[in-house]
């Protein structure tokens, strides 16, 4: 019973890494490599918080204040490399979005009070589903509003035709700061909920790799569907793991497996599950009522 209710959490904590990388790649059409990055500032600044100066608080109000101290750093975090970065464009952007992402963590590496490559131990457990899921709502909510709104109507011009976008009198390096600020800072909430979760983190929980699977998660849903982000990062999170009961044979060879069914799926559906569409369960009520 532990194991599936940790893999719910990792899938919550998931789905909040993919909406928000999905505000900055789907929505706002950025190419970012460095979301792994923003997750450990998040991860490494809220747990230093809860080990060395939190207040004898309720655990939950100290997990709160570590969620939100782990949003703002990542976002900073996010306006220091957006600033910079963002007059880049595709490939380049990407680049030196993967430079940020690697550089944070070797300086992890390098900081010996947070166990620099030993790893960061003696974490109190504080998140639990309840947090998980309520972070996943706010961040759902928040998002939404914000591409439903002037805003957001901003910011998809921007994905659509930046050039347009800027002749229309849009200030698209401001929008696209925006975006890429909320994205890392829930990124970083993510990272909080991680590490009160897990109980230690270490430098190779936020490699390269993740934030590829993270990109992965957005690609496979929909590149800027809210819906496919969250349905994505549940079956990437599960997938690996249901390929582990089907034997030693198949644990070995799961994550070539897990390759092929993401080339499938592609070649299939190279859209993604859900395009650029949104699960509206109201649809539904309606079609109900007039039958």
Known sequence: ????????????????????????????????????GFWAIGAYTSAAFTVFVAPPLPGFIVLFIGCIIGFITAGIAGLIIGVPCLRLKGDYL???????????????MNMNSVGGPRGFTGIPQLSNLFWVYLWVVITIVVIANIVRGTHGRAIISIRED???????????????????????????????????????????????MWSVIILLMIILGGMGSITGAVVGAIILTILPELLRFFGDTVSQWRMVIYSVILILLMMIRPTGLFGKHEFNPLKFLKLGGKS
Not at 11 to 23: E, K, P, Q
Not at 100 to 106: K, L, P, T, V, Y
Not at 164 to 180: D, P, V, W
């Open 94 to 108: 990407a680049i030196a979005t993967l430079g940020f992402g690697e550089i944070i963590r070797i300086v992890i």
């Open 162 to 208: 930046e050039i347009a976008a800027e002749s229309m009198g849009i200030n698209t390096f401001r929008y696209k700061t925006l975006a890429f600020c909320v994205g890392a800072g829930f990124a970083g909430v993510a990272g909080a909920l991680f590490s009160h979760t897990t109980q230690f983190i270490s430098p190779t929980n936020f490699t390269f």
């Open 1 to 36: 019973m532990d194991y599936f209710l940790y893999l719910t959490q990792m899938c919550g904590i998931f789905i909040i890494l993919a909406v928000g990388l999905n505000l900055i790649n789907g929505m706002c059409g950025q190419f970012s490599l460095g979301h792994a």
